[in-house]
């Protein structure tokens, strides 16, 4: 099961022992993926009929995020600042209602291999490579620039092939290497990013 705390994100997912995907809460945005843009549902409903979901879940504002057995990463709900990956305006707040694919097949099935924030997304491939898109107010992806334009509508890399693990809040990023350092960008205002 996959819950993000934030409040803005008022809905969950989670992937039965069958493979088969399962949301609820809030769905205005579309974020259940079920073709439709209904306020919600108070009980799980099925995303589809695939039965190839793994548990790897993440959830940014008003958008959900899960990788397949075969290395594909699908992401749906809004689409504001480009955080589906789909190389579209990064201001449109469209979205998609049902899943779509973002670019690649050889995203890690790993735990830990995907995150999200409130308008971010990181995800890890097979060869240790670490890519982010959304958005980067506060440089919270990684390519040393913040504001407006640093937002990306489609994955770009961070640099380095040893990431293993990931994590997000709001506008800020933490990632764990292979040779157990850890690393963090992005919001600094509260020293949340542990740089003293």
Not at 19 to 36: D, I, K, M, P, V
Not at 118 to 140: E, F, H
Request: hydrophobic content about 30%; some cysteine; overall charge neutral.
């Amino acid at each position: 099961v996959q819950h993000n705390s934030d409040d803005a994100c008022l809905h969950n997912t989670a992937t039965r022992t069958d493979g088969t995907l399962w949301a609820w809460g809030r769905n205005g945005s579309g974020e259940l993926g079920q073709n439709s843009v209904t306020p919600g549902f108070s009980s799980p409903v099925q995303i589809g009929s695939d039965t190839t979901w793994t548990t790897n879940h993440a959830h940014s504002y008003r958008s959900s995020f899960v990788i397949k057995t075969d290395g594909t990463l699908w992401g749906w709900g809004t689409n504001q600042q480009g955080r589906l990956g789909q190389n579209e305006n990064q201001d449109s707040n469209n979205g998609y209602s049902s899943p779509v694919q973002i670019p690649g097949t050889t995203w890690s099935t790993a735990d830990g291999a995907l995150a999200a924030g409130q308008m971010g997304v990181a995800a890890i491939k097979t060869d240790g490579t670490l890519w982010m898109w959304g958005n980067s107010n506060y440089g919270n992806l990684g390519q040393n620039v913040g504001g407006p334009s640093g937002m990306k509508s489609s994955p770009v890399q961070i640099p380095g092939t040893t990431w293993s693990k990931m994590t997000m809040s709001s506008y800020s990023t933490f990632g764990l290497k292979t040779n157990g350092t850890l690393w963090s960008w992005g919001y600094n205002i509260y020293g949340q990013l542990g740089l003293n």
